[in-house]
């Protein structure tokens, strides 16, 4: 009788700190939103006159001069650091690894994995058609065929077993340990060096496949987003959708994928393992990276981008957009210790970046059909 007497107040002190929490959420976006309404006046005084006659041929020119191109090249180079550290990590003629080795190994994955999240909202049609995305992104990864071939070389599965490839991948073997010792050690094992030496080729190969179809003329990803010349799209209307679908598709990621399902606001406990990068407790730094490229792509009022072009046709849509992105990235910079040592209770900054990229993804669909665009799925098999 005493336990179930107490029933009910622990119901309503759970149902206090609940409202609480919402309360906390909701002063947190108005405080946000009050101190960004003044951006829009300030953007309709700073903003260029000669951005009224931009059209979407200008803008997908600008995107693919200004934010593809660099992301495809940046990412290149800091791979190809990466497959040279790790090669230098592994010289045959080394008796022991050495720890700055390691460690800059560790440095060099990082910097990739972040410029590769970035460039996840550029993965457009004439770039999937390599279909390399799954090499360099597979996930989940078999990490019980990876410590079968650890232990024993001569199982190394053939081209066809894609799961022990890709970044994912070199995380387990870079950051399996928490103690970083314990984890160089097990490169004193000829095993770990031939399979992280494979892995870090076939990432290689994959990234510059995707820099040489880039540049390649007269057929190259560029040239065919850039002319429109048919073979992937067939008007400048399908260009802007491609551009405007890659956007919607990296937030739906982020929502879902990166943070919805990790989490489980609404449901279950969290599992911070779902976490792409929950090894070398990079998540969050992943998670920003995909925001950026969207960032990127919409623009502002100094750059070529969406902005422009929505602004033209709907000012207020324009701008609640920015704001959008404005306070994502101020709570995001709220963030800053590694959310997998905090992932059974997330901070409240989270969850309210959770439901404004809801809205960002709402207001992006909004100026799809002012633009007229057809959004529709696409079956592309990458």
Not at 80 to 89: A, D, G, P, R, T
Not at 298 to 324: C, E, F, Q, W
Not at 341 to 359: G, S, T, V
Request: proline share 4%; aromatic share 10%; hydrophobic share 40%.
């Amino acid at each position: 009788m005493i336990l179930s007497a107490h029933k009910p107040h622990q119901k309503v002190v759970i149902m206090k700190k609940k409202l609480f929490k919402i309360f906390l959420l909701l002063l947190i976006t108005a405080i946000s939103l009050f101190s960004l309404s003044g951006c829009n006046k300030e953007n309709d005084q700073l903003r260029d006159k000669k951005f009224d006659n931009i059209t979407e041929k200008n803008v997908s020119h600008y995107i693919a001069d200004h934010v593809y191109e660099p992301s495809v090249f940046a990412v290149e180079e800091s791979v190809l650091l990466l497959n040279e550290s790790i090669i230098e990590l592994c010289k045959p003629q080394l008796k022991s690894r050495l720890m700055d080795d390691f460690l800059l190994a560790q440095k060099r994955w990082k910097e990739s994995i972040i410029l590769w999240r970035e460039s996840r909202s550029y993965q457009i049609s004439p770039i999937k058609s390599l279909y390399v995305y799954r090499q360099i992104d597979q996930l989940p990864i078999n990490t019980t065929v990876i410590d079968a071939v650890l232990k024993d070389p001569s199982l190394h599965p053939g081209e066809e077993e894609r799961t022990i490839f890709g970044f994912a991948s070199i995380e387990y073997l870079l950051f399996a340990d928490n103690n970083p010792q314990v984890a160089l050690s097990k490169f004193e094992e000829k095993s770990s060096c031939l399979l992280l030496k494979k892995m870090a080729i076939d990432l290689t190969e994959n990234i510059i496949k995707i820099k040489k179809y880039w540049n390649q003329d007269p057929d190259g990803a560029k040239h065919q987003f850039k002319e429109v010349t048919g073979k992937f799209y067939l008007d400048q209307k399908e260009v802007t959708t491609n551009i405007v679908a890659q956007m919607l598709n990296s937030l739906e990621i982020i929502v879902w994928h990166k943070i919805g399902l990790p989490t489980n606001f609404f449901r279950g406990d969290p599992d911070f393992e779902k976490l792409d990068a929950w090894r070398s407790q990079y998540s969050l730094n992943n998670i920003k990276a995909i925001f950026l490229g969207v960032d990127k792509v919409y623009g502002d009022i100094n750059t070529m981008g969406l902005y422009h072009l929505i602004y033209v046709k709907d000012k207020n849509l324009a701008n609640r957009i920015s704001d959008h992105f404005d306070h994502i990235n101020s709570l995001f910079n709220k963030l800053t210790l590694p959310i997998e040592k905090n992932y059974d209770n997330p901070p409240d900054e989270f969850e309210a970046i959770f439901h404004e990229l809801q809205e960002l993804q709402n207001d992006l669909t909004e100026m799809a059909k002012l633009l007229d665009l057809k959004l529709v799925f696409e079956e592309d098999g990458d």
